[in-house]
């Protein structure tokens, strides 16, 4: 039943009797809201967090609306009767600000909410929770790339989300795209920014409703999405739609004004990082220079295809008038082919030497790339003619070549290049502010308000950049942005996973890499065009005060709330030691050993026996479970573990992995098996933002601390810059505090696990003897650091596990059954509190 709550003076709807948790985290979304400040909300998962979150803030909008609409209608009657209705509800909005300490504006509009999230399956699962709530008559809208949203069979199987952009324009601009020509014709002729009639319901839908929609009536997913952010009340987008300046442009996301939330941001840093980092690789440049070749040929082609066409010379055809035609020349090629050679030229001939800190290669400050690429004469008056000669490069091949033009090298370079001389790639007024030139003021008062820095100069120092030998067959797409938020430094499947093209042939190549280690570039850029107010929120945002000073935004107001459930529902046990007595730590100078990597095997087979239903173990490295694994295969001990529990590994590949996760839902449903056990990764799939709730997840193993890699040069690029801003301004946290604290927030996150709703329950077990000590236990939630406990010998674990699972599966019965109160792909449900969840097979539907 629909609970009605007043909370700071607005009517908030709330789908049950909300806990004093989620009263209190609405309470300070509306504060933030009302005042326009920025806010760090924490609430552990399986709190409610994203309802709560949705709630309170459309229930904002909605009095915002209300508001303009009695203003309205008190502005229409000026000079006649007053309306006392109006007068009455506008004097009722402004104590309700009042209360808060905020102000509002009659004249602006209600703002618009953009909700970010890291990937498109936690969007989805969060559109899922607004299914729930009485806004559903709010207008919604999600933002996703052609990679998701495109269904043109031909530009699917384009390699690079740059290529499948440049080859979709040249399909609209020719009109050769079944699926946009039946988009521009639903449209309604009248109106041009109007979506198709089906989608002006206010049907909420994400990524998949949009494509199946789109493949039933032949209509464009991705054109129908962009019509629907026109009018959107809530926009839901992935992160990079809204932290990179160049993407945030191309999507003409608007900031000014609206408020922005920024959901599951426990990794928020390596975000804004990522996105401001670009690579480029001596492979690229070969590929440009190829690609090159291959656009001289074709224009040539056509010269001597026009010259048949209309009688006339190649003479003719090189003056004046052929070239009107023409998007550039072979002139044109030729200079940016020497262009490329000079940078190709340039790179090759920096020594490389035995390295220093970062380890063997070349380093220099960020600035030392304008040096670099000075000599093949690409310089900042340059660029935006450079890139606009790139695409009109790119659009020629594929309206000429089709599916067989990849475009890979052009799209990276282009990328690159855009990565460097950002002011020119887009036009940005926070970085022509920064450049020199006057911001809006708008942007800029809402800096002075907030006490914003008045320009970014102070961040030109947060790059570095790093040549590199790499082997070839490691390296994948280029540019921070191909890869997944947090990977960098992390054996996880974006880091170690082989490349396929010219880089696979196995040669060495090298890798130039332009990082950004400052994470306020991209949150004082988002601050900068206006936003009302910055909302960050996850399960784990500890420790707070280093998150502020990471992003150089003042958040005055925090929440750090409890979480739902009671003390009983929770067994939280350190394992220093193994069977026999066997040290257990996956430190450098142990990880190795067969005795450790077996007493780990035997601690789990052992945990097969007394933890019911699903089992998650989490190694730190995809490296060191493989050796694990070959080490219990070799002594039989993976056969007695699946004896007990059939047994799925997280796998490297995205594609393989959905048939793992299906397997096992179905497995731990299955009454034949006493559930299953899934070995994962810290930072993996399973660990980021999947449900294992109820028997799903009844315990999480841990099985060490994920440090980052420390032969990574960018981690040590960090660290040692980190150094260097600690020691300039006696502020931040130092490389070794920040190395440490990459590892819990890793482990938190798979802990996070393990409490999906109210009334589940589960065991967390940290099988490494550094979680003993008092300092590792501060590092863990604050809602877990009660229960935790550290076991003499591994003998006395079992015996207190069956205890404790017997005891809770009366207290919180959980049937199985083909539907589901509390369904992995929608749960989060503290709703389920007054009825027994039930559980499906289904497992959660996977959207990249």
């Not at 589960?762 to 877990?784: I, K, M, N, Y």
């Amino acid at each position: 039943m629909t609970s009605q709550l007043r909370i700071n003076g607005i009517d908030v709807s709330f789908p049950f009797e909300p806990y004093p948790c989620q009263v209190e985290y609405m309470r300070k979304v509306l504060q933030a809201l009302q005042t326009g400040q920025n806010a760090l909300l924490e609430s552990p998962t399986g709190t409610g967090k994203s309802l709560s979150l949705l709630c309170a803030a459309l229930a904002w909008q909605a009095a915002m609306k209300a508001r303009q609409q009695a203003f309205n209608a008190q502005a229409s009657s000026a000079g006649g009767e007053k309306n006392s209705a109006a007068v009455e509800l506008i004097a009722e909005l402004e104590r309700g600000f009042a209360e808060s300490g905020g102000a509002w504006d009659p004249v602006r509009g209600a703002p618009r909410i953009i909700y970010a999230s890291r990937t498109h399956s936690q969007l989805s699962q969060a559109m899922h929770e607004l299914k729930r709530t009485v806004y559903t008559n709010h207008k919604v809208a999600i933002i996703g790339s052609r990679d998701q949203l495109c269904i043109n069979e031909d530009v699917q199987q384009l390699e690079s989300n740059a290529a499948k952009m440049v080859n979709c324009k040249v399909r609209v601009e020719t009109r050769s795209c079944q699926y946009y020509l039946q988009y521009d014709l639903l449209r309604p002729k009248n109106d041009k920014d109007s979506a198709p009639a089906p989608l002006l319901s206010n049907k909420i839908m994400d990524i998949e409703d949009l494509v199946d929609y789109g493949k039933r009536t032949k209509c464009c997913p991705y054109f129908m999405s962009r019509d629907q952010k026109e009018s959107a009340d809530i926009i839901f987008m992935p992160y990079n739609y809204l932290l990179d300046p160049k993407v945030r442009y191309r999507n003409k996301v608007d900031l000014e004004g609206n408020v922005v939330i920024l959901d599951e941001a426990h990794n928020i840093e390596q975000v804004c990082e990522d996105g401001a980092s670009v690579e480029l690789s001596s492979v690229d440049l070969a590929q440009c220079i190829f690609e090159i070749d291959a656009a001289v040929s074709g224009l040539m082609k056509k010269i001597t295809a026009d010259q048949q066409a209309s009688s006339l010379s190649l003479e003719d055809l090189s003056g004046a008038e052929a070239q009107e035609s023409l998007d550039f020349t072979v002139s044109d090629l030729f200079a940016l082919k020497g262009q490329l050679l000079a940078l190709e030229k340039a790179i090759d001939s920096i020594p490389l030497g035995s390295g220093d800190s970062a380890g063997p290669g070349f380093t220099k400050p960020g600035a030392y790339v304008l040096e670099l690429l000075a000599q093949a004469d690409i310089t900042a008056p340059r660029v935006a003619h450079m890139l606009d000669r790139l695409d009109k490069i790119l659009a020629f091949m594929s309206s000429t070549q089709g599916r067989l033009f990849r475009g890979t090298g052009l799209s990276r370079l282009s990328e690159f290049i855009a990565g460097v001389f950002p002011q020119s790639s887009y036009c940005d007024p926070a970085v022509s502010s920064a450049s020199g030139s006057s911001s809006s003021s708008s942007g800029s008062s809402t800096q002075r308000r907030r006490g914003l820095p008045s320009s970014s100069s102070g961040l030109a120092q947060c790059y570095k950049l790093h040549i590199r030998e790499v082997s070839g067959g490691h390296y994948g797409r280029s540019g921070a942005t191909s890869a997944p938020a947090a990977t960098v430094g992390f054996d996880t499947d974006a880091s170690a996973a082989a490349s396929s093209g010219p880089a696979g042939s196995g040669k060495p190549y090298r890798l130039l890499s332009y990082w950004c280690f400052s994470p306020a570039k991209a949150m004082l850029n988002l601050a900068a065009h206006g936003v009302r107010s910055i909302i960050l929120t996850s399960g784990t945002l500890y420790p707070m005060e280093a998150l502020r000073q990471d992003l150089q935004l003042p958040f005055p107001i925090e929440l750090s709330n409890p979480h739902v459930i009671d003390r009983d529902q929770i067994i939280t046990a350190v394992v220093p030691r193994g069977p026999n007595s066997v040290r257990l730590s996956s430190g450098y100078e142990n990880r190795d050993s067969l005795d450790y990597q077996r007493a780990l095997g035997e601690c789990v087979a052992s945990l097969c026996g007394c933890v019911p239903h699903g089992l998650l173990v989490f190694f730190p490295s995809y490296s060191l479970m493989s050796r694990c694994l070959d080490a219990w295969r070799s002594s039989r001990l993976f056969d007695r573990i699946s004896s007990r529990k059939p047994v799925f590994v997280e796998p490297r590949r995205k594609a393989e992995f959905a048939t793992a996760f299906a397997d096992y839902y179905k497995r731990v449903c299955d009454p034949q098996y006493a559930g299953a056990i899934f070995l994962a990764v810290c930072r993996g799939k399973v660990s980021e933002g999947l449900d294992f709730a109820d028997h799903f997840g009844r315990a999480v193993v841990v099985t060490g601390l994920p440090y980052p890699m420390w032969t990574d040069p960018r981690v040590r690029l960090k660290q040692a810059w980190l150094d260097e801003q600690r020691l300039a301004t006696g502020r931040g946290l130092t490389g070794k505090q920040w190395y440490k604290q990459q590892a819990y927030r890793a482990v938190n996150q798979a802990i996070g696990r393990v409490l999906r709703h109210r009334n589940d329950y589960g065991a967390v077990l940290l099988c490494d003897e550094r979680f003993a000590t008092e300092e590792s236990r501060r590092q863990l939630p604050a809602w877990l650091q009660h229960s935790v406990t550290v076991a003499k010998t591994f003998e006395s674990v079992p015996d207190r596990l069956r205890e404790f699972f017997a005891s809770n599966s009366v207290k919180y019965p959980t049937r199985m059954g083909r539907k589901c109160a509390c369904r992995p792909s929608n749960s989060r449900c503290s709703s389920t509190a007054s009825r027994r969840p039930r559980l499906s097979s289904a497992p959660p539907q996977l959207t990249s």
